[in-house]
């Protein structure tokens, strides 16, 4: 089962970790707080660098 970013934000407000399953439902490990709020970091960070942003009138 896949959830949104939005989903796991929510879920993460109230858990320190959520569990990672692969389609099987087999435990791979686990997504946490932190790790998830570091990788938004970095995206939000390193956008520019990825993509071209043009102003809009």
Known sequence: MQTTLEAQLHLLINNAFLPVVDDR???QGLLTRREWIKAF???THTYDKHYK???IK
């Open 25 to 27: 439902g087999v435990f």
């Open 41 to 43: 970091n970095y995206v």
């Open 53 to 55: 942003s043009i102003k």
